[in-house]
């Protein structure tokens, strides 16, 4: 049984009224007095693990679109394998803007993830191997279109990846779920299968008043079906800080999120788009660009918030020693979920902008 929502702390440090002004936020308001500067980002690498897993299961979710998901996720797992994570990443959109841009010819894949949710293979027996031997992927085509029509008769239809990702979380360190720009039932499993919900959001108007219904959502996931789900950050991406408006945008957003806002800012770039082309992630594509660097210090910050209590001093005293600090095992909050029933069922044959030199600091200083 799920939690009760007093049980849990909010998911926003200033409560879920914080958001109000995000709901009521109208183009040409008085921009509230932007936060303090914060310290420039600056992280260490990451000490050197000696044994894998279990995963933390992240979901990047934001149900609208062009916000960055598929970037983020694609980027962020090429960032943390390079860091020497395992890797699972998991397209769940049926457009598989995921896996083509790792490369992946995906309508002519035979087995992707909706075999996963619709005829229970073992996920296993998806996953393929990328560039790096750290980095996997569960790919996804248009097939999976019919899921969401397929899993509403399903018993137990919002915890079915959540059972497929619970077979392979010991063997890998992380595990990225790429959601739909929607909040329908592929967007819960996502959410019932993590342990906490990245948002990437532009730094637009419109994207900033979305966010407040996904929040709405990852609240109802929480209470009814989740209780350890989290927000691990919100992430801005697309940002310029050239522009008023970029600037007046993330304000509110730290206004709103307050800490939860990742220090790392994604800047607008051209190579994003390039390295769709290419099928590769821009640490692979551009590795000196301010995109690439962006994505590897989101990946450092990421773990950072992931480490232990007691463990900062030891990574940063592995940092600057090059000492091997053995990772402690990620706990991943126990939920009761519903028994589901599965009927063996045979699966059917399938046929066949230009960047500046560096990485722009958010300007966050009053206007005069």
Known sequence: MARQRH?????????????FDLREAKPGAPVPARPPLRPAPSFPDPPPLTSHGPARVVAVCNQKGGVGKTTTAINLGAALAELGRRVLLIDLDPQGALSVGLGVAAPALERTVNDVLMRRTP???????????????APANIDLSGAEIGLVSEVGRE????????????????????????LGLLTVNALTAADGVLIPLECEYFALRGVALLVDTITKVRDRLNGGLEIEGVLATMYDGRTT????????????????????????????????????????YDSSSNGAEAYRQLARELLARWAPADEPAAIQAASEGNASVERAPVERASV?????ERAPVERAPVGAAPEDDRLPEPDRSPEA
């Open 7 to 19: 049980d849990q702390p909010p998911l926003l440090p200033g409560g879920e009224e914080s958001l």
């Open 336 to 340: 009761e979920r519903a028994p589901v």
């Open 159 to 182: 915890q079915v990846l959540a059972d497929a990702v619970d077979d392979v979380v010991d063997d890998y360190d992380v595990v990225l779920i790429d959601c739909q720009p929607s």
């Open 245 to 284: 408006h970029s600037r007046d945008v993330l304000a509110r957003l730290i206004e709103a999120f307050g800490d939860k806002v990742f220090q790392t800012v994604v800047s607008r770039t051209v190579r994003f788009p390039e390295t769709t082309v290419v099928g590769a992630p821009i640490i692979n």
């Open 123 to 137: 996920i296993e027996e998806v996953v393929l191997k990328t560039y790096s031997p750290l980095l996997d992927l």
